[in-house]
Structure formats: structure tokens, C-alpha cells
């Protein structure tokens, strides 16, 4: 469980991998550049810390970890509470915090509670994910309009009115460097999908800005000039009587860092089809901040987008990830001093682009025809992370999703079940068992019991790990299951994006009241297809027959409506 997966990936390493992991790690580090100064400049600090976190971060993450293609370095998930915490008690309390974090992250990961993080609510991560989003895009306006004023305030509206009474004070040379960077970002993936647009578009911005010598402010009349070398490892002094005050950001960071790393590492199993150990996972994202801050850096996670493109680039092992952290040092020792020429609002852009790709509006609009509560959960968190605190938003929606999921199993438990559980009698037959029934070469039943909710998404996804191999049809039964909230409809949708690009049939039957409103609110009643979600398991199987063009059968066990079946217990 506590072996890296960089030690059990060497074992049988040859020169063929290397080749493909050198070439991911190249490509992966080369994109990984603007993000880390982007980031770090939106966190309130100096640019090269965020080099300093994608080198060192970075290259522990895939040396520790417990996932073979997972690239780690700071993010966009950490943007508004480091600089919250910045703002408030400066870089040593950053490092602090970082410390904190750090070693609670080392706990859960010992402890084992890696499972235990994917059971926070979908809506809840959606939630300040999209929150997230929102802060990164406000924030950056200032610089990607280059509007003329002084730091503009922390809160969401009075930094919008702050922006309203400066719109006079615009550089309109700074305005348009930043619209062609978000501009030529979309051209780019449209065009070349596999030219790091980003990049591409900060050295065009970068290159027009130096040659027409436009009035735009950049790293180096900001910042001055990026050190040519990685700090010595030291620990800033700090003062140990904020710990009480920093525990709940830290707590916060800890939480974000284990969320996003577990969501990246999934994301990567599901492109290559490994297994990651979430234990070994935290354990290293522990380390890995702690070493960020000991080498000048800022709290770092998983990040997605460069674990999908580190992948599509060819990685097969953590050297990849490894290669990519010691490319952004080599970018460091050479081209330091050309990044004084970048222009700040290229840099708001990219960041710009990197809040609509956090935003998630598609999953948003999706969640918002959930059941109301999965709703309330979503805007609760998400008004409280544009509006309040991030902090504040985690601990509120993970409150919030907890109270009524007891509300909601209060509302669906009821006696027979309890009686069934204690009756000390032979169970009898059930005629509507799917063993009972012919069922088609190819076609594979699965049955769910109990109520569909986040706490039952990991069994789900774990159970269907196990599909092998690709059936020509798939059918959900869901004769017991009385209630689905938006993570079980979110694993359906995915469940069914699945079976269509791997040209499986996909099929419900049973299914109750509640669930079937909630598909219909989900819109996922028309993307199944009302003909594919049936009555009754026998249903269900002509249906399958009828897809794969197989005979008919004649029915010789009797349907019992689930209906009737309730009834019946009742009236016992």
C-alpha cells in the first residue's frame, strides 16, 4: 500500500520507456511554465515561486506517489486561499500553513483515509470548483485590461465596483494583449491540438509586445528579474502563535490537495486504465508541500489538465512526471531573464482561459435539474465561495450534503426492510430474480440495491471495474432502489457516455417514482431514451433482444409487479 508506484514501475524499466516518458515529460513541462508563474502571480507572490513549487512539488509527487502518470505543481484550485492567507499574514504564514497542511495530508494518507475523501458530495466539489472559478476570473481583470488603480478590494462586489469606477483608466494595448492570448489559446487547440497553445500564445503576446515596445506593464517592471537558480532548502522564520488562527486555512488546503490529486488520479485510471493508490497519493502530496515551501514555493496538488496531457503525450511511468519537473529547472537556470519581457496581461489571459476550463458549466447547468437538495448543496457552496471564503464553502457544503443525507435515508427507510433484516425464517424464492430468465449471450445484468447516492458511487464504479469483457448490452436493474441524488446521476450519465463509445446497448428497468422524476429533471431520461428504460427486468431483456437483432423468447415465469410486492409486505 506505502510503495510508490516510481519503485514498482522500475523494476521492469527499459529503453523504450524511457523514450516515451522523455518525450512526455518534455512535452508536459514545457506547458507546465506559464501555468506556474500564472498561478503564482494570481496567489499574490513573485512569480518564480510558482517554478519553485512545479520543480520541487512537482518532481516529489511523481517520485512519492501512488499513481504511475499523476504531474503535480501548483493549481488554480489554491489561488484564492493563498492569497487570502497571504494577504492576512504574509509568505512565512503561507509557509505555515503549507507546513500544516503538509503533515495532515502525511496523516490521512497513514491513516488510510484515502477512501474517504471520494465520498464528499459531487455538487459540493462542483460547487466551489465553479466558485473557484469565478474568484480566478475576477481577480484577474485588473491586470488583463491594465486598468490604471491601486490594489483593487478582496470581496466579489466591491472589487466589480472598484473595477466601474476605473474603467476610465483602461490601457488599451494591455486589453488587447490579453483578448489575443485568450483569442489565440482557442485558434490554437482548434487548429493544432498538440501545440501547447498556451505557451505558444505567451511568446507570441510576449514577442509583439517587445517588438512594438507597447506601454504594457510585464514580470520585469513588476517583479524584476526571476532568480537563475533553485534557493537553498531553509525554513523562513514564522511565528508559531498563529497556528490556532491558520489550522482551519490549513485544514482547507489539505482538503483541496487531497480532492483534486484523488480526482486527477482517478481521471488518469480511467485514460490508461491503472489503479492508483490513494494512500501512497496523499502521503506523497504531504512531502511534496512540505518541500515546496522549504524551497520558496506555494501549496501544490494533482493537476488535471497536465496529468491528461502528460498522458496523451506518451507517459507511461512517474519518470515522466520526473522529466517534466527537471525541464521547468532547466527553464529556470537558461531563459530567466527573457521572462521579464512577459507581459502581465498575457499572463491574465491564460488565466482567464484556465477559469473557464475550472468553471464546468456544462456539469453545472446538469446539476442544476438534480433533486432540490443536490441543488441547494451546489448554489450554497457556491455562493459562499464567490461571496465569503473558500474555507468556509468546503466545511458549509460538507455540512450541508451530510445533514440531508441522514434527512434522506430517514425518508426512505422503512419497517419491512427492518423486519426482513431480523426475520429468522428461510427466505423465500423470488420469482422476478434475473437468474430466472433467459438471459442473451452478450448481455450482462447488473442490479443495484439501496439507495443510489454518493456514498454508493465508489462500490458502483469498483463493481463495474470488473465488466470484462465488453458486453453488447448493459442492464441496470433498479427494482431496489428507492431514491438518486446527483452523484448517481452523474455515474449513470457517465456509465452511458461509456457504453456508446464502446457500442454497448444500454438499458434501465425497474426503476421507482423518484428516480424516474429525476432523470426526467437530469434530461438523462432523453439521452438513454425512454425506449431503453423499461417496467420490468423481462422488458428490459426483449428490448436487449431487440437491439442485437435476436429472437424473441416466450415469457414462462410470471412478472410481479414491484408495486404489489410492497403491497403485499405491507399488508403482512
Known sequence: MFVPKSVTCLRNYDSRTFLSDLFAGVTVGVVALPLAMAFAIASGVTPERGIYTAVVAGFLISALGGSKVQIGGPTGAFVTIVAAIVAKYGYPGLVLCTFLA???????????????????????????????????????????????????????????????????????????????TVAGIFVLRR????VPAMLVAMLLATAISAMLKLPVETIGSKFHELPRTLPSPSIPHFDLSQVRDLMSPALTVALLAAIESLLSATVADGMTGGRHKSNMELVA????????????????????????????????????????????????????????????????????????????????????????????????????????????????????????????????????????????????????????????????????????????????KETLRFVEPTPKALILRMRNVPAIDATGLHLLHQLHQQCLSSGTAFLLSDVHAQPVVALMKSDLWREIGESNITGNIDSALDRARELLHLPAVEHTVPFIPTVEREKDKTDK
Not at 484577474?140 to 474603467?167: C, R, S, T, V
Open 285 to 460: 502530496q504531504g512531502f511534496a508541500n512540505i518541500g515546496s515551501v522549504i524551497f520558496g514555493g506555494i501549496p501544490a496538488t494533482g493537476a488535471i489538465a497536465r496529468t491528461v496531457t502528460n498522458i496523451k503525450s506518451g507517459a507511461k511511468t512517474p519518470v515522466a512526471g520526473m522529466i517534466h519537473a527537471l525541464v521547468l529547472l532547466i527553464v529556470l537556470l537558461v531563459f530567466a531573464p527573457l521572462a521579464k519581457l512577459i507581459p502581465l496581461s498575457c499572463l491574465a489571459g491564460i488565466l482567464v482561459v484556465i477559469s473557464y476550463q475550472m468553471s464546468e458549466i456544462d456539469q453545472f447547468r446538469r446539476l442544476l435539474r438534480a433533486p432540490r437538495s443536490d441543488v441547494m448543496v451546489l448554489l450554497s457552496t457556491f455562493a459562499i465561495t464567490v461571496i465569503i471564503d473558500l474555507t468556509v464553502a468546503v466545511q458549509v457544503g460538507v455540512v450541508l450534503a451530510s445533514l440531508l443525507f441522514i434527512k434522506r435515508m430517514g425518508e426512505v427507510t422503512n419497517v419491512g426492510a427492518v423486519t426482513r433484516e431480523f426475520a429468522d425464517q428461510e427466505e423465500k424464492a423470488d420469482p422476478n430474480a434475473a437468474s430466472t430468465r433467459q438471459i442473451p449471450a452478450g448481455v450482462e445484468v447488473y442490479e443495484i440495491n439501496g439507495p443510489f447516492f454518493f456514498g454508493a458511487a465508489e462500490s458502483f
Open 191 to 194: 487548429l493544432t491540438p498538440k
Open 102 to 180: 503538509g503533515a495532515l495530508l502525511v496523516v490521512m494518507g497513514l491513516c488510510r483515509f484515502g477512501g474517504m475523501i471520494k465520498f464528499i458530495p459531487f455538487p459540493v466539489v462542483t460547487g466551489f470548483t465553479s466558485g473557484i472559478a469565478v474568484v480566478i476570473f475576477s481577480s484577474q481583470m485588473k491586470d488583463f485590461f491594465g486598468i490604471q488603480m491601486e490594489n483593487p478590494p478582496a470581496e466579489f462586489f466591491p472589487k466589480w465596483l472598484a473595477y466601474w469606477n476605473h474603467l476610465h483608466g483602461i490601457n488599451f494595448s494591455a486589453a488587447a494583449i490579453g483578448i489575443g
